[in-house]
């Protein structure tokens, strides 16, 4: 998942640019799903989503006053067994990974009376954990922007390490023995950039950190791009018929939360032939079209049985500081 965000704004000033790397992706036989829409509007949500498998709270649901029982507290607190997507994998004997832009990194196996697996694989960087959604979080961020040099902080967590969760996943990849492997694996890997603060240049080599927002988005968009490029690469050298999911979690928009623009996503797969051959699975192609669905079809793809997708809707919700947090609208 990349966070903010693959959408192709019509003012890039690299459009060819962007459009040459989607190309390149196409030709790996990676399928972008236009007029694709985020099933929520923030990260937290999202994500969350993602573990139910379902809209889990919707406009009718009771407000909430806290992020306890939202990814990724909800693994600590809530019983697997009830969570859509944690529930499947255990049932087909997969294991369960969340590689992590900025907080938290979760190992789950597969066997019912094992234990939840809180695991640094690639990121150590745990010290925003603690803090996130407090007053101290907010002066954090305030200082990291005072005493930011040249390129980025090492201290705080916009850095270069919560910007490339998937080039350290790539590393990971490289280093794995998958002689050994017996069970079969799902990962999320949460991709920080092209979220702000941008440090990438088309090419993906660090800079300092641009000015001008609509060019440094722009550059770390293509840089996106290249890393989701080489993955499939990469990713076909270990496992040919592997299920590549890329979407984004919400759009680059305005702060206005509602905004239908905040929710236009990039949105893409690239599946194995027995999937793409199957006439069943092109026959709800066209509804694949939100966070969810995406992620029904890919489990639909792994099993070869037919999920009941959901109706494509988009939901709104609300930040900590909001006087309307813990509402949720819809927004279509």
């Known amino acids: 998942m990349m966070d903010q965000d693959l959408y192709l704004d019509q003012k890039f000033e690299n459009k060819k640019n962007v459009k040459n790397k ?4 196409e030709e790996q036989n990676f399928k972008i799903i236009k007029n694709s829409f985020s099933s929520y509007n923030l990260t937290y949500l999202v994500l969350t989503s993602l573990i139910y498998g379902d809209y889990f709270v919707t406009e009718k649901s009771k407000r909430y006053f806290s992020r306890e029982f939202f990814f990724p507290n909800m693994i600590k607190y809530n019983d697997p067994e009830n969570m ?10 997969n294991d369960f990974y969340y590689l992590n832009s ?3 990194d979760i190992e789950l196996k597969h066997k019912k009376n094992s234990n939840l697996k809180r695991k640094v694989l690639l990121n150590n960087n745990y010290f925003y954990q603690f803090f996130h959604s407090t007053p101290l ?9 005072f005493f930011k040099k040249k390129n980025n902080s090492k201290f705080y967590f916009p850095n270069y390490h919560a910007h490339d969760t998937l080039g350290r996943f790539m590393e990971y990849l ?10 079969k694996s799902f990962y999320i890997v949460h991709h920080y950039s092209p979220h702000p603060p941008y440090i990438f240049d088309n090419n993906c080599n660090i800079v300092s950190e641009y000015k001008d927002a609509l060019k440094g988005y722009a550059n770390a968009y293509s840089c996106a791009l290249k890393k989701i490029n080489n993955f499939l690469k990469l990713i076909s050298k270990f496992d040919k018929d592997s299920i590549v999911v890329v979407q984004g979690d919400h759009a680059n928009s305005e702060r206005n939360l509602k905004n239908i623009e905040r929710f236009k996503i990039f949105n893409g797969i690239r599946l194995p032939n027995t999937c793409k051959n199957n006439s069943k699975f092109k026959k709800i192609e066209d509804n694949i079209k939100t966070n969810i669905n995406m992620l029904l079809y890919s489990i639909s793809c792994s099993t070869g049985k037919e999920v009941r ?3 494509n809707k988009s939901y709104a919700g609300y930040y900590e500081h909001d006087d309307n947090y813990g509402l949720i609208e819809k927004v279509r």
């Not at 997507?85 to 255990?90: G, Q, S």
Request: net charge positive.
């Open 137 to 145: 979080d907010e002066f954090l961020r305030f200082a990291e922007k």
């Open 174 to 183: 490289k280093n794995k023995n998958f002689s050994k492997e017996k069970t």
């Open 84 to 93: 859509g997507l944690i529930t499947f994998l255990r049932k087909n004997k």
């Open 309 to 311: 997708l959901l109706d």
């Open 22 to 25: 989607i190309k390149l992706l």
């Open 102 to 104: 900025t907080y938290l």
